[in-house]
């Protein structure tokens, strides 16, 4: 590790170097990346492109929605980095040593951004062959990039609050497991939402933050943003700063001390 580099870029060095193996980074963007080649492939074979809203095949619809989900992947990247480190005591000896609690967080949250933003390319490079280069504005590529980045300082700062409450492994990844199902199957991530879809259901959809963030990457591929994305984004910071605030205050509130 370069002592040169500031005190955060060191704690995010450190959190790529000491977290990330390569079968794991393979697993991680292996996942989506094969939902792209097998979902795409298939589904474009019987989901018509005139109940998908303006896309002209089903892998095109899918794309932009799992470029969006690399917001959830970098939040539960950044998530159980500090469970884990809580786990083994690293919290105790980082704070011990030349760092501040400020500078731990904004180490978690910088490693999300990179890795989420990691997630974008692959996930574009994947869908190259399937649908071509996107022709994107760079209002597109920004709003693509902002969308994803806020939404996975939303689910970060949740999932980093919830950690610094919980102490127990079992409700921890329960919980995260159970918010990372939640959040993608009942999105507009696989299909949207027609006049058919249940009004309970719909509703349910339609509030979900990744829908947000995959309705407003969508429109981003596709040139047609429109207030609804302004709003969208909107609403995915306030949720962001909502969740990072929650961690902040989890991190003042935090007992140090082993956790099962």
Same mark, same amino acid.
């Given at each position: 590790?370069?002592?040169?580099?500031?005190?955060?870029?060191?704690? /995010?060095?450190?959190?790529?170097?000491?977290?990330?193996?390569?079968?794991?980074?393979?697993?991680?963007?292996?996942?989506?990346?094969?939902?792209?080649?097998?979902?795409?492939?298939?589904?474009?074979?019987? /989901?018509?492109?005139?109940?998908?809203?303006?896309?002209? !095949?089903?892998?095109?619809?899918?794309?932009?929605?799992?470029?969006?989900?690399?917001? &959830? !992947?970098?939040?539960?990247?950044?998530?159980?980095?500090?469970?884990?480190?809580?786990?083994?005591?690293?919290?105790?000896?980082?704070?011990?040593?030349?760092?501040?609690? !400020?500078?731990?967080?904004?180490?978690?949250?910088?490693?999300?951004?990179?890795?989420?933003? /990691?997630? /974008?390319?692959?996930?574009?490079?994947?869908?190259?062959?399937?649908?071509?280069?996107?022709?994107?504005?760079?209002?597109?590529?920004?709003?693509?990039?902002?969308?994803?980045?806020?939404?996975?300082?939303?689910?970060?700062?949740? $999932?980093?609050? $919830?950690?610094?409450?919980?102490?127990?492994?079992?409700?921890?990844?329960?919980?995260?497991?159970?918010?990372?199902?939640?959040?993608?199957? $009942?999105?507009?991530?696989?299909?949207?939402?027609?006049?058919?879809?249940?009004?309970?259901?719909?509703?349910?959809?339609?509030?979900?933050?990744?829908?947000?963030?995959?309705?407003?990457?969508?429109?981003?591929?596709?040139?047609?943003?429109?207030?609804?994305?302004?709003?969208?984004?909107?609403?995915?910071?306030?949720?962001?700063?909502?969740?990072?605030?929650?961690? &902040?205050?989890?991190?003042?509130?935090?007992?140090?001390?082993?956790?099962?």
């Amino acid at each position: 590790m370069k002592l040169g580099l500031p005190p955060v870029l060191r704690l /995010v060095v450190r959190n790529f170097a000491s977290n990330f193996d390569p079968f794991s980074v393979v697993v991680r963007f292996g996942q989506p990346a094969m939902t792209i080649v097998v979902l795409g492939t298939m589904f474009s074979t019987i /989901v018509h492109s005139s109940s998908l809203g303006g896309s002209t !095949s089903y892998t095109a619809f899918l794309v932009p929605g799992m470029v969006a989900f690399q917001m &959830v !992947s970098g939040g539960v990247v950044s998530g159980n980095l500090f469970w884990l480190d809580r786990r083994w005591s690293m919290v105790e000896q980082i704070f011990s040593g030349p760092f501040l609690r !400020s500078e731990y967080l904004a180490g978690l949250v910088l490693t999300t951004l990179l890795f989420s933003m /990691v997630g /974008v390319g692959v996930m574009v490079a994947v869908a190259v062959p399937f649908i071509g280069l996107p022709a994107l504005s760079l209002l597109s590529i920004l709003t693509v990039l902002a969308t994803v980045g806020v939404g996975g300082i939303f689910f970060a700062g949740l $999932l980093i609050a $919830l950690g610094t409450r919980l102490r127990s492994a079992n409700a921890y990844f329960s919980i995260q497991s159970f918010l990372q199902l939640f959040l993608i199957f $009942l999105s507009t991530v696989y299909y949207p939402v027609g006049p058919g879809t249940p009004k309970a259901l719909a509703w349910i959809l339609n509030g979900n933050p990744l829908s947000f963030a995959a309705n407003t990457t969508r429109d981003a591929f596709r040139g047609t943003l429109t207030s609804t994305d302004a709003m969208n984004l909107a609403i995915l910071a306030a949720l962001a700063l909502a969740a990072f605030l929650a961690a &902040v205050i989890g991190f003042r509130r935090m007992n140090l001390g082993p956790i099962q």
